[in-house]
């Protein structure tokens, strides 16, 4: 998992949680890294399990919902650090349809050993899509936060069900309608 995940999840943690929610997160973890990492590195997701783990126990907030707010933050990330890829799309259904074909090939530029989830468009309307995302890691809550974040870009609604197609999450169907 690339290090800008790791940085941008601690730099949230500390804004929402304080420094000492931090320090508390990563002493009760067993990291490799040892909690510290840079942006460009590549660090085992299994440390990322840990410090969610431990924030959710401590503040009582499931990693689903911990997910969708860091999605949220990370957004904000994206849109500050690639604007023109951001300013390639006119309309949300566009972006979302674009994850696989365009956005994750601009990312594997940047970071080419990134493992990344899939996205299969399935069904695509103007104002609807459907997509399976395939992740071992099950963060699909983290792309449904992305996925809030990229209508409210456009100054857009939707309503996103995500629909798990297998019990561990890895597998899961979202079905999304443009209000």
């Known amino acids: 998992m690339k290090g800008i995940v790791f940085t941008e999840f601690l730099d949230l943690v500390e804004d929402k949680f304080g420094l000492e929610v931090v320090d508390k997160i990563i ?13 460009i590195g590549t660090y085992k997701f299994s440390e990322m399990l840990q410090l969610l783990q431990h924030l959710s126990a401590h503040t009582d907030i499931s990693i689903d919902d911990l997910l969708l707010v860091y999605a949220e933050h990370f957004f904000a990330v994206l849109e500050q650090s690639y604007p023109g890829l951001l300013a390639t799309y006119k ?40 997509m399976i995302y395939k992740s071992s890691r099950a963060m699909h809550h983290f792309g449904l936060g992305l996925m809030n974040k990229t209508f409210e870009h456009f100054n857009s609604k939707a309503n996103i069900v995500l629909e798990k197609l297998n019990e561990d999450g890895t597998e899961v169907k979202f079905l999304i309608n443009k209000n």
Request: hydrophobic content about 30%; cysteine-free; overall charge negative.
């Open 27 to 39: 002493t009760q973890s067993n990291l490799e890294s040892g909690g510290i990492y840079t942006s």
């Open 91 to 130: 309309d949300p259904i566009e972006m979302l349809s674009s994850i696989e074909n365009h956005i994750h090939v601009e990312v594997r530029k940047i970071y080419p050993d990134a493992e990344l989830p899939t996205f299969e468009v399935i069904e695509k309307t103007e104002n609807s899509l459907v």
